[in-house]
Structures are given as structure tokens and as C-alpha cells.
């Protein structure tokens, strides 16, 4: 019979000694809007995913960056109501003692009436 442990073993500790790789996570996420006046702001983040896991503790980093890509996207779509068909915006993300900050710039550009 072969000797089927040792290989065992031997596949055992090769395994082992494969780094572990975890993905970046942080505690909490939180995001800041600015380019607009305050009720806008509110209307921005009224309407980002990113609101809707600002309570968790578990965001990966993936999921940080998914929620940031989404929340230039969502911005612009939260203005049109109020006749900001133009508006352009970027997010960046950060990592900032355990927590993920996104930083989301608002250009309304000019209303339509």
C-alpha cells in the first residue's frame, strides 16, 4: 500500500504555509457631501445607498468602494428633482482609524426652470 499520510502531511503543511489574504475592513462607514447648500446636502444623502450602511460594522473594502462608485451616481440622480440635470460629482474613499470616509464633491451646475 502507499503511503498515503506522509503525502497527506506533506500537502497538509504546504497548505499551511500559503499566505491567508483578508480582505481590508473597517468598523464603520460614513459619507461627507459638499459643492451644495444644506438642503441639498440632505437631499444627496437622503437618497446614497452609502445611508443605508452607515449603522453596520462589517463593510469590506470592496463594498466601500462599490457604495462610493455608487454615490457619484446616485448624487447626480437625487438633484434632478430638483432641476440639476448637469450635475457632476465625485467620491473618494479613505480609510480613516478603522472606518471607511467618503468624500462626495457636488457640482449642481446651473438649474433648469
Do not use: C
Not at 497538509?12 to 438642503?39: C, M, N, Q, W, Y
Not at 462599490?66 to 430638483?82: G, I, S, T
Amino acid at each position: 500500500m502507499p503511503k498515503r499520510p506522509a503525502r497527506t502531511t506533506w500537502m497538509l503543511a504546504a497548505f499551511a504555509a500559503l499566505p491567508v489574504v483578508v480582505p481590508a475592513r473597517a468598523e464603520r462607514i460614513g459619507v461627507s457631501v459638499t459643492g451644495v447648500d444644506k438642503p441639498l446636502q440632505a437631499a444627496v444623502r437622503d437618497n446614497l445607498t452609502i445611508s443605508r450602511y452607515a449603522g453596520r460594522n462589517d463593510v469590506s473594502e470592496t463594498q466601500a468602494r462599490v457604495l462610493a462608485d455608487d454615490a457619484a451616481k446616485e448624487a447626480r440622480a437625487a438633484l434632478r428633482p430638483y432641476g440639476y440635470y448637469n450635475a457632476q460629482a465625485d467620491s473618494k474613499l479613505a480609510e480613516n482609524g478603522g472606518a471607511w470616509q467618503v468624500q462626495l464633491h457636488v457640482t449642481p451646475g446651473p438649474a433648469t426652470k
